[in-house]
């Protein structure tokens, strides 16, 4: 069973709420990853977790909020996003061991009014 | 650091015409290639995954792809396309001891029935 879960499927949200996006996995896997993906663009690194530690940042702004509670559960909580952080947003996992392979999640789409 | 490059944007096919997807990779050793493929506001979806040994490599779907080290080189190919694998394909690459992927920009690939 290779699947990645993600919750919600869409979200709307104003400029000054607070909501958050699950990811989820039972695979056993290690290594747990946010990216954001822009329409018709590639998917852009946020975050990387390994082991249940942060191990990436990309530089994303203090908005956007990362926490992984367990090694099966990713979140990314949302605060005072703005409308350019409109996307699709994916969550992926793998074991985290060399040579390692990312299994993407189906996303969800936010639009941020 | 590594980079790819996937230098068609849009490839048309006719529904039965064999294909070809191009990806050009740069990295110092050799890397860890992967083709994914992306419906319409969907997740990423791994087709096939070379890491090393046998250099043509077969995936999901009835795709392939060819590591030609020489041309720096990761092609993806199918003798027949379906009107079902019109989507967005992505060529990834990641660094050994790693886990961070590197996206070529994609290809739009359209199947004419």
């Known amino acids: 069973d290779t699947e990645v879960t993600q919750t919600p499927k869409h979200l709307v949200m104003g400029m000054t709420n607070k909501k958050s996006l699950k990811c989820e996995q039972h695979?056993?896997?290690?290594?747990m990853y946010w990216y954001k993906q822009k329409a018709k663009k590639p998917p852009e690194l946020m975050f990387v977790?390994?082991?249940?530690?942060?191990?990436i940042n990309e530089s994303v702004p203090s908005r956007f909020s990362p926490e992984c509670p367990n090694s099966s559960l990713l979140n990314l909580h949302l605060h005072a996003l703005q409308p350019e952080d409109s996307a699709l947003y994916l969550c992926?996992?793998?074991?985290?061991?060399?040579?390692?392979?990312?299994?993407f999640g189906p996303g969800t789409r936010l639009t941020v009014l | 650091a590594q980079s790819v490059t996937q230098p068609d944007i849009h490839i048309t096919v006719s529904e039965g015409a064999s294909l070809e997807l191009r990806c050009n990779y740069s990295?110092?050793?050799?890397?860890?290639l992967f083709w994914y493929v992306q419906s319409p506001g969907q997740g990423l979806q791994l087709l096939l995954k070379?890491?090393?040994?046998?250099?043509l490599v077969q995936g999901i779907k009835g795709f392939e792809a060819e590591f030609k080290r020489s041309q720096s080189s990761f092609n993806l190919r199918k003798p027949s396309v379906h009107w079902s694998d019109a989507a967005e394909y992505f060529c990834?690459?990641?660094?050994?001891?790693?886990?961070?992927?590197?996206f070529g920009t994609g290809t739009q690939l359209k199947v004419e029935l």
């Open positions: 070379y890491f090393s040994g046998d250099t």
């Open positions: 990295y110092g050793a050799t890397p860890y």
């Open positions: 990834a690459v990641g660094a050994r001891g790693g886990n961070k992927l590197t």
């Open positions: 992926a996992s793998s074991p985290g061991l060399a040579p390692d392979t990312q299994y």
């Open positions: 695979m056993g896997h290690r290594a």
């Open positions: 977790y390994s082991y249940e530690k942060l191990s």
